[in-house]
């Protein structure tokens, strides 16, 4: 399994972003996929995942803000970010789990590489 994350860059606060995470593997649509980032200086966390039905979560501090999604035909994962502030900047990484749970409690399967989001007040 392979996970490639893209979209990062430089917004300004308020700005949008939106993050893909193509995944390759037969089986990566029976898995939950989900977002983690590391702000520098902090440990990573949690930021949101869909399960393989698509069940969601997310952390308290991006609901009404972030939406993830994914397009099971193209596994491909999305994290919509809007009304981002500075306090979102960070590397943001996809990830695999074997559940939504597991996801949440950050016991990951497979590591995507980060896509580094600076939003600038």
């Known amino acids: 399994v392979q996970l490639q994350a893209s979209g990062g860059g430089p917004v300004q606060a308020g700005g949008s972003l939106r993050l893909s995470c193509a995944a390759s593997g037969r089986s990566v649509n029976s898995y939950a996929l989900g977002w983690f980032r590391q702000a520098p200086g902090k440990e990573r966390e949690f930021v949101a995942a869909?399960?393989?039905?698509?069940?969601?979560v997310y952390q308290d501090s991006v609901k009404g803000r972030f939406t993830i999604s994914r397009d099971y035909a193209n596994k491909t994962l999305y994290l919509q970010m809007n009304s981002l502030k500075p306090d979102d900047t960070a590397v943001y990484y996809c990830a695999m789990g074997n559940g939504l749970g597991m996801i949440v409690a950050g016991r990951v399967r497979h590591w995507g590489q980060g896509t580094l989001v600076t939003v600038s007040s």
């Open positions: 869909s399960s393989w039905k698509g069940e969601l």
